[in-house]
């Protein structure tokens, strides 16, 4: 983004004052707002600076020019994400001198500035110059386990837990209570869904929580607007933490209720009928989730448009259900489309582009193609790790497929390697019997049984039964194939033990 500043001598000067670099506007008054990123040139409003940097070579030329980050004493850049940090030397707020706040991340660099979330009443976020903080704490000396809350700034008698969005280290740290608190004070039910720092949207033990408490606080309530918007919010918790049928009544409940108050065409309307599409496609009713997504798709073009992101979505929903069925080439060719449309409209790293581009590598595994599904996947993670952060749970379920690609060549040692690291995040993000845990660990048996390691096949299998019974029923196939493949080992002993 561009900003306020000074007129350096360059590129954007002109003999009457200041030049736009695009439409080569001339302002003397200094009105005109320098690149943040080079500080050479000068632009009008974004509009221009959009154009400039697309089409006006800006983008080829700013980064070998860009203002190095402010350094802090000892000559290190900082400070980073998630470092806890003191607020000093401030002049026009002296008041926040001496206050704590957590670094956040921020999606479009800013030369010399630093976003903090600030330890106030209300939490305030400051974007301020490094050498008004001094980091107190790094973020790689704050473990999951004794880290701070990044909105209280203390572990508390229950230790803050991991927001599963895309803020990394003590900065995606917080209390279920200090969330709740700090969404209470925004507008809109999205605060209590999505994180105001990455944009990115809460996922495990931070989603459920919420979602539970928001709606024990409408519960109560007159059946309105604020009242459905919770309950839709605890059914899409239930359907990603695997409780389908649950998420599915209350969706339909919910969805009726915006039909008779908003009407079939409101977003809110429209984005119920998505979310229960996907609950009946998760309980394996293809046709009838395939009828509603093609419905939808047609309401969502006529009523937002044929490239707005929530008729993507849609499109891309539609896309993994003509995988799941077996409908390869038009899933695919659908998919091409889609990601084209997304890296146009959202850019190549935004997390919309990614899932796309993940969804096209798992359905090139389920047609056979496996170094090209490998290949996509082994490029698209170190993406996702550091767009999204390790722990993030749609990086956890690439990582899941990626996992499942390499099985499928009978490349177990790389498969293992791949579900052992990912187990223990995805446990903690999910829980040790959500649905995605059980099949990581079912792979990991695999993995073991390809290479032979029938001792720690059977300790894991041992460890998998009773989680399996607890999440699908003893009668589930996945629950009777470990059972009966326990017996195989069992009774032969020690002759491959």
């Known amino acids: ?4 500043g000074g007129s350096p001598q360059g590129k954007g000067q002109g003999e009457g004052g200041v030049v736009c670099a695009h439409c080569k506007t001339t302002n003397a008054l200094g009105t005109l707002k320098s690149c943040n990123r080079c500080r050479r040139v000068f632009y009008c409003n974004a509009d221009c600076q959009t154009a400039h940097w697309k089409h006006g070579g800006h983008k080829k030329v700013c980064k070998a020019h860009a203002v190095p980050p402010a350094t802090v004493p000892g000559g290190g850049v900082g400070p980073q994400p998630g470092d806890v940090v003191e607020v000093a030397g401030l002049a026009k707020q002296p008041e926040l001198n001496g206050s704590r706040a957590v670094v956040q991340p921020r999606a479009e660099w800013n030369p010399g500035r630093v976003l903090v979330l600030a330890e106030t009443t209300p939490p305030r976020m400051l974007s301020l110059k ?5 980091v107190i704490s790094a973020a790689e000396s704050v473990s999951n386990e004794d880290g701070r809350c990044c909105i209280c700034l203390d572990v508390g008698e229950v230790p803050p837990i991991q927001s599963g969005c895309a803020c990394r280290g003590a900065g995606g740290l917080a209390h279920l209570k200090c969330r709740l608190e700090l969404a209470l004070r925004m507008k ?3 605060r209590h869904t999505r994180c105001m720092i990455c944009n990115e949207d809460f996922t495990g ?3 459920h929580g919420l979602a539970e408490q928001l709606w ?9 607007e604020l009242k459905l918007g919770a309950a839709a919010t605890r059914a899409i918790s239930w359907v990603s933490q695997g409780k389908f049928a649950e998420g599915e009544t209350e969706l339909r409940r919910v969805l009726a209720g915006y039909k008779a108050t908003k009407g079939a065409t409101h977003p809110n309307t429209l984005s119920t009928g998505v979310n229960l599409a996907t609950a009946v496609s998760q309980q394996g009713r293809h046709e009838e989730a395939e009828a509603m997504y093609r419905e939808l798709v047609v309401t969502h073009k006529a009523v937002l448009g044929n490239h707005h992101p929530d008729t993507l979505h849609v499109l891309s929903n539609l896309a993994g259900l ?3 069925t077996g409908k390869y080439k038009t899933a695919e060719t659908l998919y091409r489309e889609l990601l084209k449309v997304r890296q146009r409209v959202s850019g190549k790293e935004a997390s919309e582009t990614l899932l796309t581009e993940s969804g096209l590598a798992q359905l090139l595994g389920h047609q056979e193609r496996y170094d090209e599904a490998e290949a996509s996947f082994k490029a698209l993670l170190p993406v996702m790790r550091r767009v999204l952060g390790p722990e993030n749970a749609n990086t956890l379920r690439v990582s899941n497929n990626m996992a499942t690609v390499l099985q499928l060549q009978h490349k177990y040692d790389e498969a293992e390697a791949v579900t052992r690291a990912i187990l223990p995040p995805l446990n903690r993000v999910f829980g040790r019997e959500h649905p995605h845990v059980l099949f990581t660990r079912n792979l990991l048996v695999t993995a073991l049984q390809g290479q032979g390691k029938f001792a720690e096949e059977l300790a894991e299998l041992r460890t998998l039964l009773p989680l399996e019974i607890g999440t699908f029923g003893a009668h589930h196939h996945r629950a009777i194939e470990s059972r009966s493949r326990i017996v ?3 009774s032969v002993g020690g002759a491959f033990l």
Do not use: C, D, F, R
């Not at 490094?130 to 001094?134: D, F, T």
């Not at 024990?216 to 309105?224: D, K, M, R």
């Open 130 to 134: 490094a050498s008004n903080l001094v």
């Open 216 to 224: 024990s606080i409408t519960a109560h309530h007159p059946e309105n």
């Open 1 to 4: 983004m561009a900003s306020k």
């Open 322 to 324: 003509y995988m799941e």
């Open 205 to 207: 033990p931070m989603q």
């Open 188 to 190: 809109g039910l999205n």
């Open 488 to 490: 195989e080992l069992e």
